[in-house]
């Protein structure tokens, strides 16, 4: 919504600003020469230092360009386009030029199309404001993607993405055909000559060999010549495709512009949106500029749907020809029109330049709308609300613009990132900040950008920061910055809240003052390379935030005061990580010293692995936000999650691991190896790190068979996939490129780790990392970087594994590294252990042999030193009688009973961690050893569903005699348990006065069990009796519980009381989509019918725990499968945790089952279903279920 109260103040605050507004190049003003010559429209880099060369002019005598003849060209470019403007307003026309001949160039671009696909592409959006400029593609949501015009007497074209040239020949509807027609109407002729330009080095080889091969084979395949070119060698060529203008020089604009000048075409496709350093800057804009055609760093996201394309072109798509009609069309068109007037407003606004129109109906809506409210209750969907879209966005870039004393407190502010707490003191505050930083070169987490450092203070929105710095370090590149959450929501469809609330300042003078509208917590940003040392810095105006610096905030402190502190937001920080959290779940942490002290561990494992241990130069950062852009978070500096801040506290997190954030941490070390380091894909690589944290700290290694740290380690698709890709690889279906992901690739990796250990991925990477530091630019190709992994590799290990990366489908491996690693022994595989030994068996165990008794040591030797092996019983202990410890191979008794069995033949195995794992068995026998011993009766439950009714059989006791001996069961004291009877044979207990009994409760009986002839051989025990239950279970549910993991509800005070509220449900299956914010537990007793094998599964939405008893009674509870995250209803194999092992469970025997569940926000619901003898896997409901009685 708009909101109204606002409308007054921002009126007449921005009638103030206009200027600072338009200096920002948000609206449109005449181009004058001091606009040609100034900031906005000089790019900087043709002021740098570029060599003379002598280069070709077609039809020409050769002569030098230079960055000087760029200068003049993209001035006189922007006069040409100046001069037609004004002639047209003196007219009263659009121009002189008819729009008949833009038509016509529309009909050729355009002809036999009726849509095209670039539908899962992440476009640049574009600007077209020129008489000759021809949009003619443009997505409802992606924007204009595709636009065309003409230079001098040749022609161009710019697409949004460079993967649409490598989607040649892929089948996507419409889309060959727009090359196709583009090559003939930019090369002038049916069967232009085409140039694809490529690397010189890759011209000698074959350079149609990896993306572009299609592309190449399109246009072969209509007859036309397609050469592999470089800017040296056009002659002999019509049209020129390329990609990626953004590494053009001075000199070869000048080439490309006398190419397309002369009478020639270009089509080039730019991912500028990632490549473009600012608007001004892009070089092939020297060209496309006097034609009125502009790349944007602004993104249009993939989305689904193809773009349509119309008879004839959509010139509400050219702010030539309709930027006098954008304020009519935004208030009374259609939807589509307005999207369309939108979408074009916003997308020249945001590029900082100045087109006609723009900055006049900005500045009216603006005045007129006030700013655009967005919350969490009133979300605003972009499709339908394109005009508020659109300012809204273009309001944040306004605010920023203004100064200090106009910034308003925005009334989204409280909705995100939220208010500080009231009265709150503004301070005064001298800091001590460190002046030193990472170079950019570094690598490691973004090290280009600036480092934050942070004050512990907070900005209230709308109020006045002044930060004062010593004279000298004036212009030194220092900036304020306020706030955290940098993501500007460029993706979503609907957002809940307002897109860009971040502000930074540059400390241009000794005192800046500066304000958000937004708020949020005060940094000072450090440049890169920076060796500025120690320095103070005083803040004023700002507030307390909560703070927590492991080794530095005293624990009292933060418990007692600190984390109360006024800021809406606080950190907690160490020397490896910053999280940002809301000061409201900071309120309820009460160690973070706990906290930390995990998270400086992780972060030294992580930096150990990644070879760069005790390099470190400054502290990762992780910010979580109400909505990100895309995933469920992003890596970067910092790395932002779409999760609460509370899982980077969560005692979950600290027990078990956060994969989400451990994987996003992976990314940051991906860059410190050569530059974005991908051996395999980037998306398999950067898995090294949350597998070995999970191993090396929380004990969960990617060989454990129950507790994986992640669902694609399933041994079973790992595998599968294994084979896939060897098989592949083979018969030369796949190959590595980079870009392919599939879970098996994660073993070309793991059986490396399982034969060599980790710490050949320490040394290699250690290794890598060193030479990074040592190169003027640390990136490499990707064979380059393979072949110094594979050399060192080998060095590492000590085997020659060229065969084996050969095998995996690494080609190109250099002759110097075969030569070299031809001397080392070859690397066969995996090996199985071997010389398994049993050291101290006996023959026999007298069955009273006490439990946890040591019986014998297992010992095996692994020739592979990565391998760990696990000592295991494969057979022969059905019942349970021995445990052996996987790790000692210690075996030891648990329980024996010679009645139960009298003999045990043990097949004990020793296995590697390898997947596939490889053992080595061996067989022992062991004899148990009968001894006389009283009956056995233990203290138990019996429960009777429904009314009881005279004579009714309720069950019987269990006791258990020594062999060969029958029992005689007597009730003790008949007189305090009337209503019941017991038989002396059976031990069947019969109801035998129902008038004695209510409808439900339960009585104790006290039973007496002796051997037949020997009553001295006696046992005596208490049975309780239940009867009257309910069938179904008991659903308790607690309300307002923050976290979606079953840790933040069994952790939670309000768990520990009662809960809001108690039901009796039929199953063990909750309605869908019922609450928000609440967890559960649900009670039962299974009272299976059948004997035999049974096997459980859980679902839901969000985390739960199935638990399983081996009695009636809650002391022997067990998980038994469990979800991480959340699965759909019903969805029982998403994830290996959900199902447990199979279970032996007794027919007519009660069992207590519990299942926890914690739901945190979005869709919810909780199921559990069983699979067991002859029945197919089902829910579990009322017919094996009782409400339990309550204790």
Request: net charge negative; hydrophobic share 40%.
């Amino acid at each position: 919504m708009v909101a109204p109260q606002c409308i007054f103040e921002f009126g007449r605050r921005l009638a103030s600003a206009i200027a600072v507004v338009a200096a920002c190049g948000l609206g449109a003003a005449p181009l004058t020469d001091e606009d040609l010559h100034g900031p906005v429209f000089r790019p900087s880099y043709i002021e740098r230092a570029v060599p003379e060369r002598t280069v070709p002019e077609y039809g020409q005598v050769d002569r030098p360009y230079t960055a000087t003849d760029l200068k003049r060209d993209w001035r006189d470019g922007l006069r040409s386009l100046r001069a037609a403007g004004d002639e047209a307003q003196k007219k009263g026309t659009t121009g002189d030029l008819s729009t008949e001949g833009l038509a016509a160039d529309y009909r050729e671009i355009t002809a036999g199309l009726a849509t095209v696909d670039v539908s899962d592409i992440v476009q640049s959006k574009m600007v077209a404001c020129g008489p000759t400029a021809i949009p003619f593609l443009y997505h409802p949501v992606k924007g204009l993607i595709g636009v065309a015009g003409r230079v001098g007497k040749g022609r161009f074209a710019l697409l949004g993405h460079n993967g649409i040239l490598h989607r040649a020949g892929s089948g996507r509807e419409g889309l060959d055909a727009l090359l196709l027609n583009l090559a003939r109407w930019c090369g002038g002729e049916e069967r232009p000559v085409i140039g694809v330009l490529t690397e010189e080095k890759e011209v000698i080889s074959d350079p149609f060999r990896g993306k572009v091969g299609p592309l190449a084979d399109l246009f072969r395949e209509r007859g036309m010549s397609v050469r592999a070119t470089a800017f040296s060698g056009l002659d002999d060529v019509d049209v020129l495709f390329f990609r990626n203008s953004n590494t053009l020089s001075p000199a070869q604009v000048g080439l490309l512009k006398v190419f397309v000048e002369s009478g020639k075409g270009f089509v080039v496709a730019d991912t500028s949106w990632a490549l473009m350093t600012s608007f001004d800057d892009y070089p092939i804009h020297a060209i496309t500029r006097a034609s009125g055609v502009f790349f944007t760093k602004q993104e249009s996201w993939s989305k689904p749907g193809n773009c349509a394309i119309p008879g004839q072109p959509n010139l509400l798509l050219n702010l030539w020809y309709s930027s006098s009609r954008l304020r009519e069309l935004l208030d009374s068109g259609s939807l589509v029109e307005r999207q369309q007037a939108a979408s074009v407003l916003g997308t020249a606004a945001g590029t900082g330049a100045s087109f006609p129109g723009v900055k006049a109906v900005l500045a009216d809506l603006n005045l007129k709308r006030g700013l655009v409210e967005i919350t969490t209750s009133d979300r605003l969907d972009k499709g339908k609300r394109p005009l508020d879209a659109m300012l809204s966005r273009h309001q944040c870039r306004m605010l920023r613009a203004l100064p200090a004393e106009d910034v308003p407190a925005h009334p989204s502010a409280g909705n995100w990132p939220g208010l500080p707490a009231p009265g709150a003191e503004r301070l005064i505050r001298t800091l001590a900040l460190d002046g030193n930083t990472p170079s950019a070169g570094h690598g490691h987490n973004r090290a280009e950008r600036h480092t934050w450092r942070m004050t512990g203070l907070y900005a209230a929105p709308g109020e006045i920061v002044t930060v004062e710095i010593p004279p000298v370090l004036v212009d030194r590149d220092l900036q304020i910055q306020i706030g955290v959450h940098v993501d500007t929501l460029g993706r979503p469809d609907v957002i809940r809240r307002v897109p860009e609330i971040l502000v930074r300042k540059p400390l241009t003078g000794a005192v800046t003052r500066v304000a958000s509208a937004f708020g949020g917590l005060v940094a000072v940003l450090v440049p890169p390379d920076s060796s500025l040392g120690g320095f103070e810095a005083t803040i004023s105006g700002a507030i307390e935030a909560p703070f927590y610096v492991h080794g530095k905030t005293a624990l009292t402190e933060w418990q007692r005061t600190r984390r109360h502190a006024p800021g809406a937001w606080g950190y907690v920080a160490c020397p490896g990580i910053i999280f940002f959290v809301s000061r409201a779940d900071l309120g309820t942490l009460d160690r973070p010293d706990h906290v930390m002290r995990h998270w400086e561990t992780t972060i030294d494992l992580m930096d150990r692995l990644a070879g760069m241990h005790g390099q470190r130069r400054r502290p990762e950062l992780a910010v979580p936000d109400i909505q990100i852009s895309y995933g469920g978070a992003y890596a970067g500096y910092p790395y932002v999650t779409g999760w609460s801040g509370r899982t980077f506290i969560s005692p979950n997190t600290i027990a078990n691991g956060s994969w989400g954030d451990y994987h996003e941490l992976g990314h940051t070390y991906q860059a410190a190896h050569l530059g974005n380091f991908k051996f395999v894909n980037g998306e398999v690589d950067v898995n090294w790190y949350p597998f070995y944290v999970c191993e090396k700290l929380h004990g969960r290694p990617d060989w454990n068979q129950r507790d994986w740290p992640h669902s694609t380690v399933n041994p079973e698709n790992r595998i599968k996939g294994a084979a896939e890709i060897l098989a592949g690889v083979g018969d030369g279906s796949r190959h590595w490129d980079g870009r392919e992901w599939h879970m098996g690739l994660y073993d070309f990796y793991w059986q490396l780790k399982n034969a060599f250990g980790w710490e050949l991925f320490e040394a290699v990477n250690g290794r890598m990392y060193a030479h990074a530091q040592t190169l003027e630019k640390p990136a490499l190709p990707f064979e380059d970087k393979r072949n110094l992994w594979l050399r060192w590799a080998c060095e590492a290990s000590g085997h020659n594994l060229v065969p084996y990366f050969e095998a995996w489908g690494h080609k190109g491996i250099g002759d110097e590294i075969r030569r070299a690693s031809a001397k080392l022994p070859v690397w066969t595989g995996n090996r199985a252990p071997n010389a398994l030994a049993v050291d101290g068996l006996p023959s026999s165990l007298p069955e009273d042999a006490p439990s946890g008794e040591l019986v014998c040591r297992l010992s095996a030797i692994d020739s592979d030193p990565g391998n760990r092996i696990r000592y295991l019983i494969t057979a022969g202990n059905e019942d349970g009688a021995f445990a052996l410890n996987q790790a000692t191979g210690h075996l030891r008794v648990l329980g024996l009973d010679f009645e139960r069995s009298e003999r045990y033949d043990l097949t004990l195995a020793a296995a590697d961690s390898a997947i596939p794992s490889l053992q080595s068995t061996r067989t022992v026998v062991i004899r148990v050893e009968n001894r006389a011993e009283p009956p056995a009766l233990t203290d138990q439950e019996i429960h009777a569903r429904g009314p009881v009714a005279e004579g009714q059989s309720l069950g019987a006791v269990s006791a258990t005699a020594d062999t060969g001996r029958a029992l005689v069961y007597e009730l003790l004291g008949e007189g305090q348990a009337p209503a019941f009877s017991v038989d002396r044979d059976t031990g069947g207990i019969t109801v035998a006065d129902v008038s004695a009994l209510g409808a439900t409760g339960h009585v104790d009986l006290r039973i007496r069990v002796h051997h037949r002839g020997r009553p001295a051989e006696t046992s005596s025990g208490r049975v309780r009796v239940h009867y009257g239950l309910v069938a179904g279970a008991r659903c308790e549910t607690w309300l307002g519980l923050d976290g979606s993991d079953v840790g933040s509800l069994i952790g939670s005070k309000a768990y520990r009381a009662e809960p809001a509220r108690v039901d009796t449900i039929a199953a063990l299956d909750t309605p869908a989509d019922s609450a928000e914010r609440y967890g559960q537990r649900l009670s039962a007793l299974l009272v299976p019918t059948v004997t035999g094998d049974y096997t459980f599964w859980v679902a839901s939405d969000d985390g739960s725990e199935l638990q399983l008893s081996d009695t009636s009674s809650t002391d022997g509870l067990r998980r038994i499968a469990a979800v991480r995250g959340w699965t759909g209803r019903h969805e029982w194999d998403k994830q290996k945790g959900q199902e447990s092992e199979p279970v032996r469970l007794a027919a007519g025997r009660h069992y207590y089952v519990r299942v926890l569940h914690k739901e945190g926000g979005g869709g919810d619901h909780l199921a559990v279903a069983w699979q067991g003898p002859g029945m197919e896997r089902k829910l579990i409901g009322a017919e094996n279920l009782l409400v339990p009685p309550s204790h």
